[in-house]
């Protein structure tokens, strides 16, 4: 019997204030799998993504996880899923070590917390309050959490905003690396990847969105 895709997503579609944001969409994704999604500004990309993280609900269609629709299977789903959004999600009173250790698995070892935001450009600064820090250094408090992190899909969302190309490099470096241990990619961006085995996909916009 074959084995079910790791992530399935079967005519998803959302609708706010009584416009559809995008057409149905249905694609699949493979362990070691990295999508990259298209779209025009507006078109519904972020809107998808959230949509993978149940943060929003969909209108119609189905998620499934290993096959199992991810309803009945949320918790166990949310801990095999890392969200990055356009906003870095750090807390500007705590330091960046402190954001780091509140966004990581309880788990995680302190010299682990260190040592990702060391390899983030960042050595130096982990006791620093994040608001002394620069937004791209924001950025990278927020990147730090693929270092740390134990799931197996990500879910990112323009990740490479406000970060320099020795950051991109090593941002992409990061992605091949969980590809080949068998991690998934979802990724939302407008620039060209340095990785192997990209797959495309685009999100078209309704004909009545409105421009969402």
């Known amino acids: 019997m074959p084995q079910s895709p790791l992530l399935k997503v079967a005519s998803l579609s959302f609708e706010r204030d009584d416009c559809t944001v995008f057409q149905p969409i249905s694609f699949s994704v493979e362990a070691g799998d990295i999508v990259q999604i298209e779209g025009a500004n507006g078109s519904g990309k972020t809107t998808l993504l959230r949509l993978l993280t149940r943060a929003l609900e969909a209108s119609s269609g189905s998620v499934f996880y290993a096959g199992v629709d991810i309803d009945q299977c949320l918790y ?30 309880a788990s995680t070892a302190p010299e682990a917390i260190v040592s990702a935001l060391a390899d983030l ?72 990847l340095a990785i192997t085995g990209v797959r495309k996909i685009r999100v078209e916009p309704a004909d009545d969105a409105g421009g969402f």
């Open 76 to 105: 166990d789903y949310r801990e095999q899923i890392l969200y990055l959004g356009h906003q870095p999600g750090v807390k500007l009173n705590l330091s960046a070590e402190e954001n780091l250790r509140w966004m990581s698995p």
């Open 121 to 192: 450009g960042l050595r130096g600064y982990e006791d620093v309050p994040c608001y002394s820090l620069s937004a791209g250094q924001h950025r990278r408090v927020a990147l730090a959490r693929l270092l740390t992190s134990r799931a197996q899909i990500w879910l990112l969302d323009e990740p490479f905003t406000a970060i320099d190309k020795q950051g991109v490099a090593f941002l992409e470096q990061c992605m091949q690396q969980h590809l080949n241990q068998g991690g998934a990619i979802l990724v939302s961006t407008h620039q060209d």
